[in-house]
């Protein structure tokens, strides 16, 4: 499935223009999830770039954002604390439903993590929650600056490098984040919880994993990173925790989001259904178990998530044209390189039509454009093009074909 990215621009709970980036599939949007990111991190971290592509591929759009003073979002970092996020997630998430997006899924690392787990309750449409390597308490992330925390408390303020960039670290930060009882949000929580950490992280330790699941309630689920790091920076481990996020989430959101159960997958049928998502919108199911979006253009009342029913016609000739190309070229021992076919479908007038035998009204007209490549005379290039025209799908819709109907009880 491939994905589209949209720039997201709302106002955060302070007033300020804070920047985000929404990642949809190019199908149907089966339900959207927001994405709270690290302390001083941003939207585009390598763990969130990866969670986003993998729930991408399973119809759920996801946004996130870069809080207050960091990334391309207004504000000063000084300026925020754990609670300005919390606010600033409740604004997302409610700029997200005056969209018709409103977010199920919640999911936060590290300090976002615990941003998530305290705004939860205030994000009524969110069924599923997923914290990865996130503190039990706030007040944890202290540590990392815990050298500045005298100078803070003396000076009010103080410049503190964090990842090798610095910050100013004000101490209304360090008194709201002592001011936070997470926990007691947790145990109140009423919805799915998915708790993800490393044993081995080394910036927040599994204690407040242990910590968080012991406050919740079920339905709750525990999965370890085994040995991942803390910003779980290797690609594969990455890769697994959206893997396992995807495919956990998918429990909570599917009764919601579809209307109707996809039909089933038959050997050597396609069934073709509505999903109750939209106008035009069904789902395709070949007898192979893929799975498509069909749909019309906004301009005449679909919602555009998938190709139309002239796309498919088109699409089915091109790749049977294309792959009957290179069968032939393959038992000819040609030496070809790749094929390219690009068709267009339009009605005209059949007195327009130099070899149609219609003469009145209109007819179908499939324009296709080939190309091909390799080390070909022009002569095999010119066997190579004339057998396309002997696909079978081009036969079947060039001959007679009836198609029989009957109406189901």
């Given at each position: 499935?491939?994905?589209?990215t949209q720039?997201f621009?709302?106002?955060?709970a302070?007033?300020?223009?804070?920047?985000?980036r929404?990642?949809?599939?190019?199908g149907?949007?089966r339900a959207?999830?927001l994405?709270?990111?690290?302390?001083t991190?941003?939207?585009?971290?390598?763990v969130?770039?990866?969670?986003?592509s993998?729930?991408?591929k399973?119809?759920i759009?996801v946004?996130?954002?870069?809080?207050s003073?960091?990334?391309s979002?207004?504000g000063?970092?000084a300026?925020s604390?754990?609670?300005?996020?919390?606010a600033d997630l409740v604004a997302?998430a409610?700029?997200m439903?005056?969209?018709d997006m409103a977010p199920?899924i919640?999911?936060?690392?590290?300090?976002?993590?615990a941003a998530?787990l305290a705004?939860a309750h205030?994000?009524?449409q969110?069924?599923a929650?997923?914290?990865i390597?996130?503190p039990s308490?706030p007040a944890?992330v202290?540590?990392?600056?815990?050298?500045s925390?005298?100078e803070?408390?003396?000076s009010?303020?103080?410049k503190v490098?964090?990842?090798?960039?610095p910050f100013c670290?004000k101490k209304?930060?360090l008194d709201?984040?002592?001011?936070?009882?997470l926990?007691?949000?947790?145990?109140?929580?009423?919805?799915?919880?998915l708790i993800?950490?490393?044993?081995?992280?080394k910036?927040?330790?599994?204690?407040?994993?242990?910590?968080?699941?012991?406050a919740?309630?079920h339905?709750?689920?525990?999965?370890?990173?085994?040995d991942?790091d803390?910003f779980?920076s290797r690609r594969?481990?990455?890769?697994y925790s959206?893997?396992?996020i995807g495919?956990?989430?998918?429990r909570y959101?599917q009764?919601e989001?579809?209307e109707?159960?996809?039909p089933?997958?038959i050997?050597?049928s396609?069934a073709?259904?509505?999903?109750g998502t939209?106008k035009?919108?069904?789902?395709?199911?070949?007898g192979?178990?893929?799975?498509l979006?069909?749909?019309?253009?906004?301009s005449?009342g679909?919602?555009?998530?998938?190709?139309?029913?002239?796309?498919?016609?088109?699409?089915a000739?091109g790749?049977?044209?294309?792959?009957?190309?290179?069968?032939y070229a393959?038992r000819?021992?040609?030496d070809?390189?790749?094929v390219?076919?690009?068709?267009?479908?339009?009605?005209i007038?059949?007195k327009d039509c130099?070899?149609?035998e219609t003469?009145v009204g209109?007819v179908?007209v499939i324009d296709?454009?080939?190309?091909?490549?390799?080390d070909l005379s022009e002569?095999?290039?010119?066997?190579i093009f004339?057998i396309?025209?002997?696909c079978?799908?081009?036969?079947?819709?060039?001959s007679e074909?009836h198609?029989?109907?009957?109406?189901?009880?």
């Amino acid at each position: 499935m491939n994905e589209a990215t949209q720039c997201f621009k709302f106002s955060g709970a302070n007033g300020e223009q804070l920047s985000g980036r929404l990642d949809l599939p190019n199908g149907s949007v089966r339900a959207y999830a927001l994405f709270a990111h690290c302390f001083t991190c941003s939207k585009d971290i390598f763990v969130a770039n990866q969670i986003s592509s993998a729930l991408i591929k399973l119809g759920i759009g996801v946004l996130r954002f870069d809080f207050s003073g960091l990334g391309s979002s207004e504000g000063e970092f000084a300026n925020s604390n754990f609670s300005s996020n919390v606010a600033d997630l409740v604004a997302a998430a409610e700029h997200m439903a005056i969209n018709d997006m409103a977010p199920q899924i919640l999911i936060g690392h590290s300090l976002g993590g615990a941003a998530i787990l305290a705004c939860a309750h205030l994000i009524p449409q969110s069924r599923a929650v997923v914290s990865i390597g996130a503190p039990s308490d706030p007040a944890h992330v202290k540590h990392i600056f815990q050298n500045s925390i005298e100078e803070i408390n003396q000076s009010g303020e103080a410049k503190v490098l964090l990842g090798g960039r610095p910050f100013c670290i004000k101490k209304q930060f360090l008194d709201d984040i002592e001011g936070q009882n997470l926990l007691e949000k947790v145990r109140n929580l009423k919805k799915a919880l998915l708790i993800m950490h490393a044993p081995l992280d080394k910036v927040v330790g599994i204690e407040n994993a242990s910590e968080i699941f012991l406050a919740a309630k079920h339905p709750k689920s525990f999965v370890s990173l085994d040995d991942s790091d803390h910003f779980l920076s290797r690609r594969a481990d990455a890769i697994y925790s959206a893997q396992i996020i995807g495919a956990w989430a998918q429990r909570y959101i599917q009764s919601e989001t579809a209307e109707f159960d996809e039909p089933k997958s038959i050997e050597g049928s396609v069934a073709v259904a509505e999903t109750g998502t939209g106008k035009f919108t069904n789902v395709v199911v070949t007898g192979s178990g893929h799975i498509l979006t069909g749909d019309e253009p906004k301009s005449v009342g679909g919602n555009d998530t998938g190709p139309t029913p002239y796309d498919f016609l088109l699409a089915a000739l091109g790749t049977c044209k294309s792959m009957t190309m290179r069968m032939y070229a393959a038992r000819k021992g040609y030496d070809l390189s790749r094929v390219q076919v690009r068709l267009s479908h339009e009605k005209i007038h059949a007195k327009d039509c130099e070899h149609c035998e219609t003469e009145v009204g209109k007819v179908d007209v499939i324009d296709t454009k080939i190309s091909i490549t390799g080390d070909l005379s022009e002569e095999e290039r010119q066997k190579i093009f004339e057998i396309a025209e002997r696909c079978p799908v081009h036969r079947t819709i060039t001959s007679e074909v009836h198609i029989k109907a009957q109406l189901l009880d």
